[in-house]
T-cell receptor, first 116, second 111 residues
């Protein structure tokens, strides 16, 4: 079974500063990797995904993430954050096995708070 | 584009009362559908998923149930709510591996 660890539950950062939200996973098989964002009192929306190919993936709102197979990590980065980036961010892992809902596993989330 | 409508948005219910949360999907047919519960600071817990009409799989034992009477309709129910059922409930749909689109959520408070 796979698991996802988001190392920081809360990340405060000043506006226009860079940010990195960390995600590590464990799985015995190949995976697809995702970052979702949740704004207050809303559902989640897909920020970016890694399925195959280039290990650096770009998503919406200027975010990017890098898949590092040797370190089993998929950290999310943004070079300059805005107040509007304040939200909770979830890393998720899907195993490349035959389809089953139980194979999508979410991390516990990281609350990013951008300070003026 | 695919859209999920979920209601009610907020609900306050006494312990022991019944529950019905409804979710409908637009913009796609025969999607996989999911009910998640989100407790504060604890991420998302998968409750139920469905791959088609009348096909429901439960991920955790509890006093909740789910039904899919139509292709684009997914309902979460309970006959008697517990305090521990309080939380933020999210309906989601998906057709690709791991790529889900979510509704706006329903916040349930059980008193």
């Amino acid at each position: 079974a796979q698991s996802v660890t988001q190392l920081d539950s809360q990340v405060p950062v000043f506006e226009e500063a860079p940010v990195e939200l960390r995600c590590n996973y464990s799985s015995s098989v190949s995976v697809y990797l995702f970052w979702y964002v949740q704004y207050p009192n809303q559902g989640l929306q897909l920020l970016l995904k890694y399925l195959s190919g280039s290990t650096l993936v770009k998503g919406i709102n200027g975010f990017e993430a890098e898949f590092n197979k040797s370190q089993t990590s998929f950290h999310l980065r943004k070079p300059s954050v805005h107040i509007s980036d304040t939200a909770e961010y979830f890393c998720a892992v899907f195993t490349r096995a035959s389809g089953s809902a139980r194979q999508l596993t979410f991390g516990s989330g990281t609350q990013l708070t951008v300070l003026p | 584009s695919q859209t999920i409508h979920q209601w009610p948005a907020t609900l306050v219910q006494p312990v022991g009362s019944p529950l019905s949360l409804e979710c409908t999907v637009e913009g796609t047919s025969n999607p996989n559908l999911y009910w998640y519960r989100q407790a504060a600071g604890r991420g998302l817990q998968l409750l139920f998923y469905s791959v088609g009409i009348g096909q429901i799989s439960s991920e955790v034992p509890q006093n909740l149930s789910a039904s899919r009477p139509q292709d684009r309709q997914f309902i979460l129910s309970s006959k008697k709510l517990l305090l521990s059922d309080s939380g933020f409930y999210l309906c989601a749909g998906g057709q690709g591996p791991g790529e889900l689109f979510f509704g706006e959520g329903s916040r349930l408070t059980v008193l």
